[in-house]
């Protein structure tokens, strides 16, 4: 960079605290924006029609608004399930079996409980965090204990618990009323969570995710737990000898972790099915895992983030619907906001004077 | 080099600095830290540009931008921190620097016999499919000295060449040194070592505070007058010897510790140290110094065996409950060892502290207030408890583990080469720092190479040998040959 301009860069960002953070939001946003005409160009479409069709597609009716913000739900408490284990130096991508098995002990409570009214829908919460929760420590006791390299296992978990799931709703737990379409009974209204608007998707689970973000952000920056997570990640021996736990912790942020994707896996069976099936972590955890990165593990910055994924997948059912391009249209879309954000984002640090 | 002028901000780190280097001279350049004689050689090597000046070589002025226009020039530089891959063998790392290496190596022949040429000179003994990870650290260094060798280098810089070595690697060096600058070329040596100024040094330039302040020959220059050129004014004072305890109640026990791994262990270790005692360790690095400083300390799991302080089981495994609160600990490699690197100055200063913080830190959470005044007693640069640790050159982060350890009350004080990359003034700091803790009360136990030091300033003396104590001396009266013979590995 030129030194004058790194120089005026360093000064605006003493001054301004959340100058270098608009300027890779804004550069971030700027690079998207000409790749992705590049891609619509490439498909023999109008870029700026296109473009007009995504914005309105998520953002331009109370329909699109709330379906952009009924998929950022699970890619919001994925994001954060894979941030809280990355506090430690731990790098899972398990969010969506922990989702699956969120979904599947989730599913087993109301099919055992769902006749009673009052308990059904705590249970069913209870057991999709115990769910998750437990699909994160198996990892991470192999990681703590035996040093099994955490990556690999809540990969290979991921296809175990999906199987899991296939199994029921093919097997011992599917609706014969069904037709032969592979799914459990429907759930009955009692252990859904309240809609926030009449007539959508959209529940509110959304405040609960939110409250989660907020809440780790606080607890993760006030706290001596905190404190104690960046000390381990950075120098585990030494945290040890002053005497923190690296056992305990591993545990705990993988349990909670592990947690909060259970229950993203519980909220979407529950309020957006309506029943267990097969496939329904889609992308939903791999999303979670990039905006996570995206957001350098900072819970706050997971929102807006989570909330841009979000509308991007909500206006693929869009462009495939009004411009009739196929589905993967939003996947490629994706893909491009990432690239452009880790490429910005790498090249700005470049400049940056050490 | 003339008139080279380097600003950092306000600090101006070089301020109109003069050098020059004849053929086949051995130019010895001293300064405390962070006097500038590193900027100055980065700016030679192409690391950073002079905000004004110039370099000439043979008479032509010259301009680097980067280190490879450096060596284009013949210059060549060998760290304090090598640039060695350990999982290679020490061919490999010489090949991956090698100028014009085919894509598929062949071994033997005439190439294989240049590459290694220079390094057979310097270490006749290494083998060179050895890997880099098992040598010690002295012959990496020649292995990274035949690295630069290898582009025929005329001009070499060695920084603070021999802080990382044993007495005997240290003297190789020396000879190494000498021989070079009899084939013609010439070396830059960065150093705050006596002993290497008066066994291969032709001149001595002296920086301070960024400036040069002495540029003379090294004949007849004594050790008095070197201390005094490199701290100026300044008085360095010399730490005070501590009077031996005058009774033998044991405060610290360690009995039949046994620990470690394949790469460095200690077993069978007995001691025994009362209250005010200072119990050195003497021995060549690399014979399990580090393994027993941190089961002393608590840090690192034993095997077997117990650490009693005050009679209460204090090691990590085996039944003890390790105490950091009481027990102060300056490991080997601060860098590694010693703090959280991600971390600010302030929590690195405050690590003991905070598992004792309520849940909620709020008012307590480690302050730039707290380690303010730590940084300023014990010199760490720079003193912005806001920057990371990382940030720092491994002498203040050596000072910045000092300050941690040895503020505050200790009943045991354990220090691995507490001085290592200090120089005279600090070093002295923190011995009486050190020293402080025995006449409180506490027992140190002090693991150093520096064997004149050892001599001086502790009680007794125990040298350690392929893990195991060979013997026990009072230090007064202490007979060196006995001790170099234990150190040597010879029982007693």
């Known amino acids: 960079m030129i030194p004058s301009l790194a120089l005026r860069r360093k000064t605006l960002a003493a001054r301004f605290p959340w100058f270098e953070g608009s300027l890779s939001a804004l550069s971030a946003s700027l690079v998207f924006f000409l790749a992705s005409l590049i891609f619509f160009a490439l498909l023999g479409r109008s870029p700026f029609l296109l473009f007009g069709e995504l914005l309105s597609g998520s953002l331009g009716s109370t329909y699109g608004i709330t379906e952009t913000l009924v998929k950022t739900i699970p890619i919001l408490l994925c994001a954060l399930a894979t941030a809280l284990p990355a506090r430690l130096g731990l790098l899972t991508v398990g969010a969506s079996g922990q989702f699956y098995m969120g979904a599947w002990c989730g599913t087993a409570a109301v099919l055992l409980f769902g006749s009673s009214h009052w308990a059904a829908m705590p249970l069913m919460l209870l057991a999709a965090f115990a769910g998750g929760a437990f699909w994160g420590l198996v990892p991470g006791f192999l990681r703590a204990k035996l040093e099994v390299n955490e990556t690999l296992v809540t990969l290979l978990l991921n296809y175990v618990a999906s199987l899991l799931v296939d199994w029921v709703v093919y097997g011992s737990w599917r609706d014969t009323s069904n037709l032969g379409w592979p799914a459990t009974i429907s759930f009955p209204e009692w252990v859904k969570l309240p809609f926030l608007v009449h007539g959508s998707h959209l529940h509110s689970g959304l405040i609960l995710a939110l409250a989660i973000a907020v809440a780790l952000h606080v607890v993760l920056s006030r706290s001596r737990w905190g404190l104690s997570l960046r000390i381990l990640k950075s120098n585990r021996k030494l945290g040890e000898g002053v005497g923190f736990s690296w056992t305990g912790n591993v545990a705990l942020v993988m349990g909670i972790g592990g947690a909060i994707a259970g229950l993203s896996g519980i909220l979407e069976t529950s309020c957006i099915h309506g029943r267990l099936e097969s496939g329904i972590a889609l992308n939903f955890g791999l999303t979670g895992f990039l905006v996570a990165w995206m957001a350098g593990q900072h819970m706050i910055r997971i929102i807006p983030l989570a909330f841009v994924m979000g509308a991007l997948l909500s206006s693929g059912d869009a462009l495939q619907l009004y411009a009739q391009l196929p589905e993967a249209t939003a996947v490629v879309l994706q893909s491009i906001l990432f690239c452009s954000v880790l490429a910005t984002g790498g090249f700005l640090r470049r400049g940056r004077t050490p | ?492």
């Open chain 2, 1 to 492: 080099m003339k008139g080279i002028t380097k600003r950092f901000g306000e600090l101006a780190a070089n301020d109109q600095v003069d050098l020059d280097v004849g053929e086949g001279e051995v130019v010895a350049l001293l300064g405390e830290n962070g006097a500038g004689k590193s900027t100055l050689m980065k700016i030679l090597y192409g690391f950073q540009s002079p905000d004004s000046g110039t370099i000439e070589i043979e008479g032509k002025p010259v301009r680097f931008s980067s280190p490879r226009d450096a060596m284009a020039a013949s210059i060549g530089m060998v760290f304090q921190q090598f640039s060695l891959i350990p999982a290679l063998t020490v061919r490999e790392n010489l090949q991956l620097a090698y100028p014009d290496l085919p894509m598929v190596p062949a071994r033997g022949g005439g190439r294989d016999e240049r590459l290694l040429s220079h390094l057979e000179r310097l270490a006749p003994d290494l083998d060179p499919s050895a890997l880099v990870a098992d040598i010690p650290v002295g012959q990496m260094q020649l292995v990274e000295l035949a690295k630069v060798l290898n582009l025929e280098a005329l001009l070499v810089i060695l920084d603070e060449p021999t802080s990382v070595l044993t007495p005997i690697e240290t003297k190789g060096l020396h000879e190494r040194v000498r021989q070079l600058a009899r084939e013609g070329r010439s070396v830059i040596l960065i150093t705050h070592k006596f002993e290497d100024v008066s066994s291969c040094a032709d001149r001595v330039a002296v920086m301070r505070h960024g400036k040069m302040v002495e540029n003379r020959t090294a004949a007849g220059l004594g050790a008095r007058e070197l201390s005094s050129l490199m701290v100026g004014g300044a008085k360095v004072v010399p730490a005070v010897r501590v009077p031996p305890p005058t009774r033998e109640v044991p405060l610290l026990e360690v009995r039949g510790l046994t620990a470690g791994d394949v790469f460095s262990s200690v077993s069978g270790i007995d001691l025994m140290l009362a209250p005010g005692e200072i119990l050195g360790i003497a021995g060549v690095s690399g014979n399990g110094q580090d393994v027993l400083g941190a089961c002393v300390a608590g840090m690192r799991e034993v095997a077997s065996g117990e650490v009693l302080l005050e009679g209460v089981a204090v090691q990590r495994g085996n039944g003890g409950v390790p105490d950091p609160t009481v027990v102060g600990f300056i490991p080997e490699r601060p860098s590694v060892n010693g703090v959280a690197p991600d971390l600010d100055l302030s929590v690195n200063l405050a690590l003991k502290g905070i598992p004792r913080l309520p849940f909620w830190m709020a008012g307590r959470k480690p302050s730039a207030a707290e380690s303010l005044p730590l940084l300023e007693a014990y010199d760490v640069r720079p003193r912005d408890p806001s920057r990371r640790a990382r940030d720092l050159s491994g002498g203040n982060l050596q000072k910045l583990v000092a300050a941690r350890e040895l503020s505050g009350a200790r009943k045991l004080v354990v220090a691995c080469y507490p001085t290592m990359g200090l120089d005279l003034s600090a070093t002295q700091a923190v011995y009486a720092r050190l020293f402080a803790h025995a006449q409180a009360g506490a027992a140190v136990l002090w693991i150093s190479e520096e064997l004149d030091d050892l001599l001086r300033f502790a009680h007794r003396i125990s040298v350690l040998s392929h893990g195991k104590i060979l013997g026990t001396v009072a230090a007064e009266g202490a007979d060196r040959n006995l001790l170099g013979r234990w150190m040597m590995g010879a029982a007693a």
